[in-house]
């Protein structure tokens, strides 16, 4: 499966956006999906993950709140709505799919190329 990661962009603290994650090849409903970031100098951080069916979702606890994981099998998409953003989530966001809605990179086998999210104070 490929994945394309969209809707990072520069937002103001306390605003939103939209995370898109199109998936293209087969078998997307048996993937679990989830999401990462990346600050610059600092090591890759789980984010969201949502199971295959949407049923079983998990969220860093410092997104808890404000960040919503959801997806729809019948348009192979996910997406992380992000409210109420602080500077400190500034990132570059990765969707990944795997077999395991994992809190582990390792529990992922493919990734998207990454969308740049910024946060400014």
């Known amino acids: 499966v490929q994945l394309q990661a969209s809707g990072g962009g520069l937002v103001q603290a306390g605003g939103s956006l939209r995370l898109s994650c199109a998936a293209s090849?087969?078998?997307?409903?048996?993937?679990?999906m989830g999401w990462f970031r990346q600050a610059p100098g600092k090591e890759p951080e789980f984010v969201a993950a949502i199971s295959w069916s949407g049923g079983s979702l998990d969220y860093a606890d410092s997104v808890k709140g404000r960040f919503t994981i959801s997806r729809d099998n019948t348009k192979n998409a996910v997406t992380l709505q992000m409210n109420n953003l602080k500077p400190e989530d500034t990132a570059v966001y990765y969707c990944?799919?795997?077999?395991?809605?994992?809190?582990?990179?390792?529990?992922?086998?493919?990734w998207g190329q990454g969308t740049q999210v910024t946060v400014s104070s």
């Open positions: 990944a799919a795997g077999y395991y809605n994992g809190r582990r990179g390792d529990s992922y086998n493919y």
């Open positions: 090849g087969r078998s997307f409903s048996s993937y679990s």
